[in-house]
């Protein structure tokens, strides 16, 4: 059997026609493409603020401990621990805050290889626990896809400030200023300014509720004081033995449960008779006001003022607390409505005797110095010689 030349002929110019046009348009639908889709990976500058911070590289071998500055490559995780804190800023002058005992994951910081490309660069920081807060930079070279994860949820950011914290149970995410897209779930809830929503674990976000929040269990004393607060007496040095009372008392003028301390035949000796509540809550740097409210009566007191020193009253309020730069300290304030004996007062303010005072402090993050960063417990007590007190509808406000 013989071969026709000619069809042949036919058959190989149509075959480089085909493998011709297949690659007038298939190359320069490539090179579109990777002009296109074409990225780079990115560096963050990390910044210790306090302590030694650990830092792993993407294969999570030996971790390098950071006390100054360092350039961390995408993939790296970094780990604070209850003395550290640090300070991260992203290729496109986005920035995060790293409270204490928080890790992340710098999972993508991916950018556009060309600037031309309408791709967006895409930024994606995994919290595995702990506090961050959040700054996304206006967009100046192109649009930024900032994302954050968690074990619980994805959330999209926009140019604005967040604070987002994580837990084993659940993932917290507050707005302050930007709109976020929180999805667990398959669903999906939109936050604007000022609020705030929480993914439990296995759930989908609860509904936007108000960023302020009260960081008080039962202050209003609806269950027993075996839920959230801890009550003992603390005697001092003084060689005294006459423990004060607390019990729950219910008036037909007020709506809650109070709190009552009052101790009788101290015959002169200090006592405190407290309930106590451990809070270990991170204060964000982009929180704007703390303050606490509750309300009040006094009914005796038998030492003047504040004693001696201005540290007993019948009512007094301890917020025990880590400053930014890790060092333990305390706010105080009393109540008193005697001072027969012209005893110094000043940790204290003076009220009306045996009527229900409503009190709200200043915003202690304007009255505090150095700034809180976490607020380790509240202490609510009597303290003096004979003295009778009560309290309720205690909240500690953080927005």
């Excluded at 210790?48 to 971790?63: A, D, K, S």
């Excluded at 996304?136 to 954050?148: H, Q, S, W």
């Excluded at 084993?168 to 897209?181: F, K, M």
């Excluded at 008080?216 to 003084?238: H, M, T």
């Amino acid at each position: 059997m013989t071969r026709d030349p000619q069809r042949m002929a036919w058959i190989v110019l149509l075959v480089a026609l085909v493998i011709n046009c297949t690659l007038l348009i298939s190359i320069p639908l490539a090179v579109r493409w990777y002009l296109i889709n074409a990225t780079v990976s990115n560096e963050a500058t990390l910044e210790v603020i306090t302590g030694t911070v650990l830092v792993y590289g993407r294969q999570g071998n030996t971790p390098i401990g950071v006390t100054s500055t360092l350039s961390v490559p995408e993939g790296s995780t970094i780990r604070t621990d209850s003395s550290s804190r640090a300070f991260l800023t992203f290729f496109d002058n986005s920035t995060a805050v790293l409270s204490f005992d928080t890790e992340v994951r710098l999972a993508a910081m991916h950018s556009s290889r060309f600037r031309f490309s309408p791709t967006p660069d895409s930024l994606l920081l995994d919290i595995a626990t702990g506090q961050v807060n959040i700054g996304v930079a206006l967009p100046v070279d192109g649009p930024v896809e900032f994302l954050t994860t968690s074990p619980h949820m994805a959330a999209s950011l926009t140019e604005g400030s967040y604070s987002l914290k994580v837990t084993p149970d659940s993932s917290r995410t507050i707005v302050h200023l930007g709109t976020a897209e929180v999805t667990a779930q398959g669903s999906t809830v939109t936050l604007e300014q000022k609020e705030r929503t929480t993914v439990r674990a296995g759930e989908r976000p609860e509904e936007p509720l108000a960023a302020a929040q009260n960081l008080l269990v039962n202050g209003s004393f609806e269950d027993d004081l075996s839920v959230g607060w801890e009550a003992y007496n603390e005697q001092g040095g003084d060689g005294g033995d006459v423990d004060g009372e607390i019990s729950l008392v219910q008036f037909p003028e007020i709506d809650s449960q109070a709190v009552r301390f009052s101790r009788t035949g101290s015959e002169g000796n200090h006592c405190e008779t407290v309930i106590r509540q451990d809070l270990n809550e991170e204060i964000s740097d982009l929180a704007t006001s703390v303050r606490l409210y509750f309300r009040v009566r006094l009914v005796d007191q038998s030492l003047s003022g504040g004693g001696y020193l201005s540290s007993e009253y019948p009512l007094m309020i301890r917020l025990e607390y880590e400053d930014v730069y890790g060092s333990a300290s305390h706010w105080t304030h009393g109540l008193y409505y005697q001072n027969r004996d012209n005893n110094p007062t000043m940790y204290g303010e003076r009220i009306p005797r045996n009527v229900w005072y409503d009190y709200e402090s200043d915003n202690l993050l304007e009255t505090i110095y150095p700034r809180p960063a976490r607020l380790q417990s509240l202490l609510v007590y009597a303290s003096g010689w004979d003295y009778e007190s009560m309290v309720t509808d205690i909240s500690l406000v953080v927005e």
